[in-house]
């Protein structure tokens, strides 16, 4: 278990063509963006750039986890069924535990929004080592489809409609024995149950 209070964010974005130079990348600013509105707990993010080749995610996920300390990694791109999009195999073969949820969740928020969801094929998975563990969570592409899955589906008055997966990510780092995680409610609450629930500091 961490005695440490900084969360290390590993954000992942994998495109080909983000990562030749030919377009601009949008998915790592716009997660560093969500993070920086999201979290009260202090944080820094280890952040890479790479292609959409297994090998290479594969062994970009190793690093973040079992060498830069990551506690959380978030990968955006290269979910969907086109034979280049293998971030999900390149997911699976470096986990201990799969985390199913998170993707059936993602895909019933996306299913709000476009019937394509379904083509989603975005999984989550616990990675351990014998000193350390993190969760890796594969999210979509788009900025704005990555805001709606973190945060959920809000009514006209602002409350929770439907869930976004990150209410559930502090109290899974808990698990795993990494660090405490708050979160700006107005943006997303995180969910813990009442026994795991530290006092606010003075």
Known sequence: MTTRNELIVGLVSISDRASQGVYEDKGVPSLQ???GNALTTPWRAETRLIQDDAATISATLIELVDTCGCDLVLTTGGTG??????????????????????GEQMRQISLNFVPTAILSRQVAVIRETP???ALII??????KSIRETLEGLK???????????????????????GPYIETRPE????????????????
Not at 84 to 101: H, N, S, W
Request: net charge positive.
């Open 33 to 35: 963006e969500w993070l």
């Open 81 to 102: 069924p086109a034979r280049r999009d293998v971030t999900p195999e390149a997911t699976l073969a470096v986990a201990t535990k799969p985390m199913p949820g998170f």
């Open 131 to 133: 000193a350390h563990a």
């Open 138 to 143: 594969n999210l979509p592409g788009q900025p």
């Open 155 to 177: 009514d006209a008055d602002g409350k929770p409609k439907v869930p976004g997966i990150f209410a559930a990510v502090p109290y899974c780092i808990d698990l795993i024995g």
């Open 187 to 202: 943006v997303v609450a995180a969910f813990r149950p009442k026994s795991a629930i530290r006092p606010a500091k003075n």
